[in-house]
Each structure stands twice: as C-alpha cells, then as structure tokens.
C-alpha cells in the first residue's frame, strides 16, 4: 500500500506493506532523505509508531494513510545527506545482535540493539510474536531472572547469540490471576470526536475492551457508532480484558472512530 510521509517543509509517498516493521520503514525514509533512523519519531494522529511493532498493529494506516515524520535535532540546519546515509547504515549494523528465545515448545531468533534495548522493550517484541501478556512474563538468561524491566540487555550480560527464555509466573492461569480489583480509567476522545473529551470511568479489571465500548454507547457518552480503543499506543483488542492488556490505574484509553478487520490483529 502507498503512504504518504509528512515534514515540515514537504510531504513524499512511499510503498509499505502490512507486515513491514516501523523500524524498516525508517531505514527507507533514510535512504530517500538521508535522515538517520535514531532521529527519527514517526506518529499518526499523535500516536508514536514503535520500532518493535509492524504496519498490522496499526489498523488506523491503510492505503493513503499520512504518516508525520519529525527529526529529532536542534540544529537548524542537517549535514549532508551522504553523511547521514553513512552514519545510519554504520550505526544500525553495528548496534545490532541476535539473539534466541525459548519458549515452551519452540524458539525463534530475533535482533535486539545491544545499547539501547531493555528488559521492557524485548517484551513487547515476545509479545507481538507469541501474544503472551507482558504482565505474566518472566525472563530469564544464564540462569537470571531479568526483573528489573527499564535495565539494559546489557547490565544482564546479554550479547550476541544469547539465550533468553520466557516463563509464565504460573503454569495455571487461573490461580497466576489475582482477586479482581476495580480500575480508574480515562477514555480520552480525539479532537474529530466530542472534542478530545477526557472521560472518567470505573471498570473491573476483567471487563473486556468489548464491555467498556457498550458501557459508554448505553450511557450515550459516546454517539452510535464503530470505535477503536488504544492503550499506550496499541491497538487493544475487543474480547480481551483490561487486565490482558495491562491497563493500570490512571491510565488513559484513546478511542477513534473505526473498525478492525480480522486480519488487523
């Protein structure tokens, strides 16, 4: 599908497909403009698109869909583009590892950046690959439990060829859940929709994501009609609970008008 990416100065369409990482799509927009990758945050609708995530965790982008590209410099003017291109092709290759994770009855091989990645960020990738819920992993590499989420690959010693195997905090699902507890959430409008209302609301942690969209239509906050919910910048899915999707108290769920196509999950 073609998609056009937004500067400040100019906007230019490029080809995507569905199942192409954010990552990569920032490796063409270096290609074409000469932009490093790590200088660039790509957004739609003031959503970030995250480096460990694809186009199909993104169901609101679609065929002529504008993506804002903004480059994260304070100087006013960039160096040439030929220096860009080097440096970014340099750092991509260089700061990349790959790396095996084991699950129960399979392992696949994924590359992390060996400076930047965290224990939180390589479970968002497990997640988007097997569909475990980050709130019920447990990492564990060389024999270590790697607790501490917002520490570095590194500080656990990981590097290139490392094994990384992923444990559930109980072989029982059912006895792993806690007791139900009620949430304090936001559903925050988008300014297309009531104005970018921001929408207390209680719910249990077990409704689903289905339960709280006919809870705010039957209360008439909401207008009839198709929506999306997004939870810290994915696409939340309709029969899975909050609990499932890690929604905490405080936290904010985002809604736009819309649907999913089965294939969007």
């Known amino acids: 599908m073609h998609v056009t990416i937004v500067t400040s100065t100019s906007n230019f369409p490029i080809e995507i497909s569905h199942q192409e990482p954010v990552l990569e799509i920032k490796h063409k927009i270096s290609k074409i403009l000469g932009i490093p990758v790590s200088i660039q945050t790509l957004s739609v609708l003031g959503f970030e698109l995250i480096d460990g995530l694809d186009m199909d965790d993104y169901p609101i982008i679609h065929e002529g869909t504008k993506i804002d590209l903004i480059v994260n410099t304070t100087h006013d003017e960039l160096p040439p583009m030929d220096y860009y291109l ?22 696949v091989s994924i590359e992390v950046d060996n400076i930047t990645e965290t224990v939180r960020s390589l479970k968002e990738k497990i997640h988007i690959i097997d569909g475990t819920p980050i709130k019920r992993m447990l990492l564990y590499t060389s024999g270590v439990e790697m607790e501490e989420e917002f520490r570095y690959l590194s500080e656990y010693g990981v590097t290139e060829y490392s094994e990384i195997t992923v444990f559930l905090k109980s072989m029982n699902r059912i006895k792993a859940e806690p007791l139900c507890r009620k949430l304090s959430v936001v559903v925050q409008t988008s300014k297309s929709l009531l104005n970018a209302a921001s929408i207390p609301l209680e719910m249990k942690e077990t409704s689903t994501v289905n339960e709280v969209r006919q809870l705010l239509l039957s209360r008439r906050i909401l207008p009839m009609d198709d929506y ?13 609970s909050l609990r499932w999707h890690s929604v905490e108290n405080g936290d904010y769920l985002y809604v736009f008008k819309g649907t999913i196509s089965n294939d969007g999950y």
């Open 228 to 240: 999306i919910f997004i939870h810290k910048q994915r696409i939340m899915r309709d029969n899975c």
């Open 86 to 107: 080097e440096h970014s092709q340099h750092t991509s290759c260089h700061n990349k590892i790959p790396v095996t994770i084991k699950f129960s009855s399979r392992q």
